[in-house]
């Protein structure tokens, strides 16, 4: 049964970026920043991709932000996604708003199966698709992952981590939790968020690259659907966390123990 | 309407330590608003737990079949009425994958804001402000939830359990209303990673391997239990597959902040450090000088793991 999936794309500071709060505190230095598509979506997009390959359908790429959001929904599409949604809103965003923006999008477009990262790395909030499906009124698995590591060879395979039941009514999704792996089945349509470990994302071809250039991306005036874009997390002030005082050496593990044992007094 | 409810969190029917921490930020949360504490317990036979609770804050229990296994769906609904009907206009829980999971959905019931792995509280009396980290905690937030009702999970290591108060709470039971054959998530299976070892979230001494191990986490296992500790790992040993994935400490892994850290062949990148700097001690072993786990290490020692470890071993059994 071929599946209809939704996949969010964020963009992102790139992880590797060194990020430094402005003097004032009013956000961060944005010079010499790179920016990307949120690593949890990028999983998410190969996931869905994944998916794709096995059972058939389409591929959704959403993404709500100001024009530039465009470079991260070309590198979705890029990995082979079909056709994307630019929801462009120059604001403040936050999990409320984008969850709202996020469920205008399912009502118009129906698919079987929203994926979205576990966690955006810029806010670290951890929130938009538990907010999605409550709205939706749908069941949700988040942390999604599966038993076999990103090394084995069911990973070389690019087996997808979700899997549909044989009546294409339902996923079964393995979640990382704390103290073990949990198994839910979730009747479609879902909302599933992604963890680490789900799947190693392929990187773009040349081809993939040409090909996303000319792919539809549909750009929407988030004043058009409907939602109160009044932000609900403030950040009223960003600053930058106390340093620890680190750089001691010691010579040998005898000097180390000493430090612990008989100074510090933690071992 | 200014109270706070306080999810507890459970596992086989005992209360996860996490949840004491959550009713430390709950009580200070409810002095400041001059509000009262609630603890909301959910579950099949919790009534020992529930019973526990009352040393904290006065308890609502649901007790029901449908809610025996956990699932975001079924315990949405019953916290946010809850929620409601003790008038809390703070709803609290730890920052764990339970509380992370759960309390955006209830937030979205609620119509209210959320603040995920609060700090600390700010601003001033009844108008708290919450500091969160963001970027993997290279930046500190202060943020305002802009809704009547304001939805948070806060960070364990970073607020006091509470003490037991000398009286007791009262009990009250809550309606469950969830109807299992409406239900669109199902409870499988739970996998779970069994140890012997204290809980690496609770542990007072971690040791943490990473890459340099090269899968083989004899050493760091064979210090850890010596000294009684837990065991660790950057990512990259879990995404090799060496160790199970809950050993993952950092930014999207678990939060740690024992009084000994001990990284092993890690390099220290942002994302790991996101999850151990609030350490009280911190050892790096490294073999390049040049690691940056160095510059936050209290202790670093340039040396081979495979090497260090066991003579660490050693010295701490001599000890004994
Ligand atoms: C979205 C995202 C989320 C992430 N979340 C996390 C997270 O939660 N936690 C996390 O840890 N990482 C996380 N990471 C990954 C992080 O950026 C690093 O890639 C990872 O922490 C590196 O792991 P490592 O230090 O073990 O490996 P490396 O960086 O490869 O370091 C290995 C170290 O071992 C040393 N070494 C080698 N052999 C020996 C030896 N015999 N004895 C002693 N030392 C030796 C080397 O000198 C080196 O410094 C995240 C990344 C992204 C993009
Ligand atoms: N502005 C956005 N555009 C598209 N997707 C988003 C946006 N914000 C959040 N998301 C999705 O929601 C996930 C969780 O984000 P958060 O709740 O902010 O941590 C991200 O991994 C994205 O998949």
New binding site residues.
Partial sequence: MPLKILV???RVEDPESKIRVKPDGSGIVTEGVNYKL?P??EI?VEEALRLKEKHGGEIVV????GDKSVTEIRAALAMGADRAILVKHDGA?D?VL?SAILAKLVEREKPDLVI?????ID???????QYLAERLGLGQATNASKTESLESEAEQKKQPGLLLSADGKSVTVLREVDGGLEKLEVSLPAVVTTDLRLNKPRFASLPGIMKAKKKEVKEIPANDLGVDLTPRVIVKKLFEPPRRKGGVKVADVNELWVKLHAEAKVL | MANVLVVAEQHSGSLRKATLHALGAGSELARRLGGKLHVIALGKGIGKMADELRAYADVLVADAPVLEHYLAESYAPVVADAARAAQADHVCAAATAFGKDLLPRVAARLSAAMATEVLSFGGQGAQVTFRRPMWAGNVLAEVELATPVKVITIRPTEFPAAPKSATQGSVAPVAVGVDPGSLKTRFLEFKEVKSARPELTEARVVVSGGRGTKGDFKEVEGLADEVGAAVGASRAAVDAGWVPNDWQVGQTGKVVAPELYIAAGISGAIQHLAGMKGSRVIVAVNKDPDAPIFQLADYGLVADLFKALPELRAKVKASK
Avoid: E
């Fill in positions: 969010t794309a964020k949120n949890f979506d998410a959403a993404s709500i932000g965003l999990p984008v979205l990262g576990k966690q955006s806010d670290d909030q951890n929130q938009t698709g």
